[in-house]
């Protein structure tokens, strides 16, 4: 089992930056792949971006290319969403999720099914 816990968010200004954490436990995540996903009110959980556990591929989605980046930090088990030039349309709730399984490669990252373990999810509000 992988536990994981979003940290990070907050209220910031449009063009503002921001990193998000996701601390892991229970399992090395160095061996998942990982992906971010939001979710705004009213609105369907989104993708943001998707890594593979070899830390070789990351995959956006348009909204947040480049703008976002993931990076990993496997001696402490944590995953960071580093967000630059944020835009109020980059409200929501942030997730982050690990891969079903170990080793495992997404068919498609920014499907919510290819992930097995979610944490609770981290508030980011962009004023404008």
């Known amino acids: 089992q992988v536990q994981l816990v979003e940290s990070g968010g907050g209220l910031v200004q449009a063009g503002d930056s921001l990193r998000l954490s996701c601390a892991a436990s229970g399992r090395t995540v160095s061996s998942y792949a990982m992906g971010w996903f939001r979710q705004a009110p009213g609105k369907e959980r989104e993708f943001v971006l998707g890594n593979s556990w070899s830390n070789i591929k990351t995959y956006y989605s348009d909204s947040v290319k480049g703008r976002f980046t993931i990076s990993r930090d496997n001696a402490n088990n944590t995953v960071y969403l580093q967000m630059n030039s944020l835009k109020p349309e980059d409200t929501a709730v942030y997730y982050c999720?690990?891969?079903?399984?170990?080793?495992?490669?997404?068919?498609?990252?920014?499907?919510?099914?290819?992930?097995?373990?979610w944490g609770q999810g981290t508030q980011v509000t962009v004023s404008s």
């Open positions: 999720a690990a891969a079903i399984a170990p080793y495992y490669t997404p068919t498609s990252y920014d499907n919510v099914n290819a992930y097995g373990y």
